[in-house]
């Protein structure tokens, strides 16, 4: 599948849920939320059935996201189901790590998404103070997600990589003490932008850290960062290397890297059944609709061959974009 900018579109990402057991203050801070009903939520067939489409379209990629995707029963399951669609070669989550370490019959969660072919976690991470990071996430649960994050090494997955989101007069405190440990553990850490799907009150300039300010302030602890042109994750980081080590950090700058969305590959599911062509755009098509109302497989697959025609070429976040949507709608 290639929209009408010539981006090859080989990935989805799929929200299964916009629950969360953590309020982080730039995607959910409140306490009180107005969950989607349940029966507004796609089920595990429909979405597989959306995947089984989506791969004989082109879709090679996917990653399990949220809210928080760990929270919704029968998850690792749901990705041995995806596991075995034919075309799918890769399959990643995206999760705060609370209950990567969670046993169930003696088996972690992290072990059972590796027997389920889930190689890549993505899991966030803003601090490694508790303090610091009960007040990002409104949850005290850093030990948990300690536990976690070595669940999934021992597991075996692939690749981990750390997220942490920038917020001025907040990570710069973190940096070193992130990078020290993601060396530590041999994970990959990435700092990524406030981007505008949040509340307003968040969205201030006041919080706003960009990534080359970051850079800057992480080469006074490290003298200057070498640039990684070709080393990719397949997304939008650029990637530097920290002097006299091994070790490599990337940058994820929606806002202020110009280039963010020449490379994009992807479309987002929300978990109540929009297609969105573009994080930062308003776009989004109703799939859930198309499937309730018994469609068939060649229907669906036009249906997404529609909203990839209407990718827009680039996001919207630099132009006075309003939220219509928080990010735990519409999956990370
Ligand atoms: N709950 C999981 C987690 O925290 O990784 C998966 C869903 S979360 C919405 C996916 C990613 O979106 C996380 O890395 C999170 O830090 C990021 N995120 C949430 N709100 C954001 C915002 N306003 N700007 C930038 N990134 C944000
Ligand atoms: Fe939950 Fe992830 Fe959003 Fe934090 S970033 S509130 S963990 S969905």
Known sequence: MEDAFGHRISYLRVSITDRCNERCRYCMPEEEQAWFPKDEVLTYDEMLRVLRVGA???IRKVRVTG???LTRPGVADFCAQISAIPGIEEIGISTNGTLLSKLEN?????ERLVKAGVRSANVSLDSLDRAAYQRSTSRDLLPKVMEGIDAAIAAGFRSIRLNCVLMKNQTEREFVPLMNYAWEKGL???FIELMPVSTQEVLSEDNFLATGTAK???EQHTGPLTPLPDFKTNGPATYYAVPGTEQKIGFIGAMTNLHFCETCNKLRLTSDGKLRPCLGSWLEF???NVLRSGCTD???ARFILGVVERKPKEHDFRDNYQPNRRMIAIGG
């Open 67 to 69: 809210g928080e995707p």
């Open 286 to 288: 109703d799939l859930r």
């Open 188 to 190: 990959l850490l990435r």
């Open 106 to 110: 003696g088996v972690t969660m992290a």
């Open 298 to 300: 060649e229907e669906l």
């Open 56 to 58: 004989g379209l082109g």
């Open 216 to 218: 800057q302030l992480i």
